[in-house]
């Protein structure tokens, strides 16, 4: 369907045109004066320096053409020559009606679906998973979802850390702890073990043991790297041991992420590119791309029209070794041959941009993309505690991502039950649903490269904009539906009539539904999930508002009544698919 505004638009446009004027002075935008009017078209102020004329008389003229509108119930000219419009209520009924009949609520597809690679969450093996990685995934599984909805074919790609020191570091302190292993002989020829040789708490004690160890020994760190190495070059021992680091890693990352509602389609990791190095690297050479610089292989990357100095990308380490960006380079080649991606799009903390440009030119120019192929960076801010700086746990360390959603989980669960008695299994379940709305919209609403504070008693509100009060209106909803219900109605034979508004609150209702296309669509275009949110919180509030004014299931007039029904069944519907396309889901009841 096409969007309610351009539809406006374009029923004001051929008004100036019939008026003998330019129809692109017919542009509408909603009212900055809602007390005046719903809409408002400042053409005739545009057009009076071309035309030599009092903006008023223009406005007057075009108001002129519009007396029969099929659009507009009231068109006002005003001094010193806007117009303030207000829509025709059959107009507006019709539309909303025709988005209940709509696949997706009057939103179309896009004509060019992509195939788009999404590379966000970067969690590191055998390091826990904390707070830093929660944006990458929130963001990152929202954006998916909007990008799919629109039509396009999105993968979305964990791009796992499991190739670095921090594998050498918990083998090193593994084979102090366990010498007698048998991953640490290498003599041994025989089957390795199945069972892992240790188990997810002592794997995830291992690892800050041994970091902040190696920070005050050096030969312990050389131990490390050693360990490193012999992983990376094949020793047989060194990669069983990583298998079972990366099943049991691997498992618990899956359980976290599920209960994030976060789902990724690969599992790759930097691992899984580590062979195509060598060649990719031989190429980059043959061609004359990367060069020798005080030892270290490294491609030029600036460009004139730079402002700011672009350092080389560099390839190899001056000792041969890969880095970080070997292994995007190498994931790049990787996903065009298998994937043929037209868009990759990356999403981590707002500090890798630089990072992120030098990867995108040194790809671009080495041709391990086509020209047309979009290398894109989404970097987000840092998500603070109430005194401004990086959100920490009580004692000062880093809070782990399982203790942060549990803690939002356990003040839901206060809040629920408050007052009340619930069965717990019931409220529990309820409080883990509600939890997470309130963790995920207490981040999308926010424009993502923006700092945020994270406000446990805000987030978890269920007054002002935040999820639990976006969860309590549909929950409203469905509890009035229900007892329609209870009362003989039957919703889904009524759900397709609605009918023109009958009073303020209505109108204002169906105007926010309108807005669902155009909302969805500029979250998109822009990866801005935010602009989900407060498309949401203002439905919500004009859904209260509507509620507050009208007694629904008391109304005498039966057509009337079944109108406010499928009205409130579409808000239901449009709330939770755009919840849905967030990343949360709603509870029956709360
Ligand atoms: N593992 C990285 C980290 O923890 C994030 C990975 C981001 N993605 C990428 N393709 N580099 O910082």
């Known amino acids: 369907m096409k969007k309610l505004l351009d539809l406006i638009s374009e029923e004001m446009k051929n008004a100036f045109a019939a008026a003998g004027y330019d129809r692109e002075l017919g542009k509408v935008t909603e009212s900055n004066r809602p007390d005046l009017c719903e809409y408002q078209c400042n053409g005739a102020m545009a057009g009076a320096k071309q035309y030599k004329k009092a903006p008023i008389m223009i406005a007057n003229?075009?108001?002129t053409k519009l007396t029969d509108s099929m659009v507009f119930e009231k068109v006002a000219a005003v001094a010193p020559g806007f117009l303030n419009l207000t829509l025709k209520k059959e107009f507006l009924g019709n539309y909303v009606k025709d988005m209940r009949a709509d696949k997706k609520y009057g939103l179309e597809e896009t004509k060019a679906p992509a195939a788009?690679?999404?590379d966000y969450?970067?969690?590191?093996?055998?390091?826990?998973l904390h707070i830093g990685h929660l944006r990458s995934a929130i963001i990152g599984e929202s954006v998916k979802r909007i990008l799919r909805?629109?039509?396009?074919h999105v993968i979305g790609d964990v791009h796992l850390g499991d190739w670095g020191l921090q594998m050498g570091l918990v083998m090193n302190e593994l084979k102090i702890r366990k010498p007698e292993l048998v991953y640490f002989d290498e003599t041994y020829t025989g089957a390795y073990p199945e069972e892992p040789p240790f188990t997810l708490m002592e794997l995830e004690e291992l690892y800050p043991f041994a970091s902040k160890r190696s920070k005050e020994d050096d030969a312990y760190k050389a131990d490390a790297m050693s360990c490193t190495f012999k992983l990376q070059s094949g020793v047989r021992g060194y990669r069983a041991l990583w298998d079972h680091i990366i099943a049991?890693?691997?498992?618990d990352l899956k359980k976290n992420y599920e209960r994030l509602n976060v789902e990724f389609d690969l599992w790759n990791g930097e691992s899984a590119v580590q062979d195509m190095i060598p060649g990719m690297v031989e190429t980059m050479k043959k061609e004359g791309y990367a060069y020798l610089s005080e030892g270290a292989l490294v491609v030029d990357v600036k460009e004139e029209t730079d402002t700011k100095e672009i350092p080389p990308c560099m390839i190899l380490k001056s000792d041969g070794a890969a880095l970080y960006n070997t292994t995007d380079l190498a994931t790049i080649m990787m996903r065009m041959e298998q994937n043929k991606p037209d868009r990759i799009i990356y999403m981590t903390d707002k500090r890798q941009e630089l990072y992120f440009e030098q990867v995108f030119r040194c790809a671009k120019k080495t041709k391990l993309v086509n020209s047309e192929t979009e290398l894109k960076f989404i970097g987000f801010g840092t998500m603070n505690g109430k005194d401004g700086k990086p959100f920490k746990t009580r004692d000062g360390g880093v809070m782990r991502l399982e203790s942060l959603i549990q803690e939002i989980h356990d003040e839901m669960f206060?809040?629920?039950?408050?007052?009340?008695?619930?069965?717990?299994?019931e409220s529990r379940q309820t409080a883990e649903i509600v939890a997470l709305a309130a963790l995920k919209y207490g981040d999308l609403s926010n424009q993502a490269s923006k700092d945020y504070i994270f406000d446990i008693d805000r987030f978890t509100s269920s007054e002002g904009d935040t999820g639990p009060y976006i969860l309590y209106t549909i929950v409203r909803i469905k509890s009035i539906l229900a007892k329609y219900m209870e009362n003989n109605g039957n919703v889904q034979t009524?759900?397709?009539d609605i009918k023109p508004p009958v009073n303020d609150s209505e109108k204002e209702l169906m105007m926010e539904l309108a807005k669902f296309n155009a909302s969805v669509e500029s979250a998109c275009e822009e990866y801005a999930p935010h602009k989900l949110c407060a498309y949401i919180y203002n439905l919500a509030n004009a859904f209260n508002h509507f509620y507050h004014e009208t007694k629904i299931l008391t109304e005498e007039d039966a057509a009337k009544k079944e109108g406010w029904v499928a009205l409130l069944a579409l808000t239901r519907d449009i709330l939770e698919t755009s919840i849905d396309l967030l990343g949360f889901s709603a509870p029956e009841r709360m």
């Not at 909805?149 to 396009?152: D, S, W």
């Not at 206060?414 to 299994?425: G, H």
């Open 61 to 63: 003229e075009v108001a």
């Open 116 to 118: 788009i690679i999404i």
């Open 121 to 128: 969450g970067g969690p590191n093996i055998a390091k826990p």
């Open 149 to 152: 909805y629109l039509g396009h």
């Open 248 to 251: 049991v890693s691997v498992t």
């Open 414 to 425: 206060k809040k629920i039950t408050k007052n009340r008695n619930i069965e717990d299994a």
């Open 494 to 496: 009524v759900c397709s």
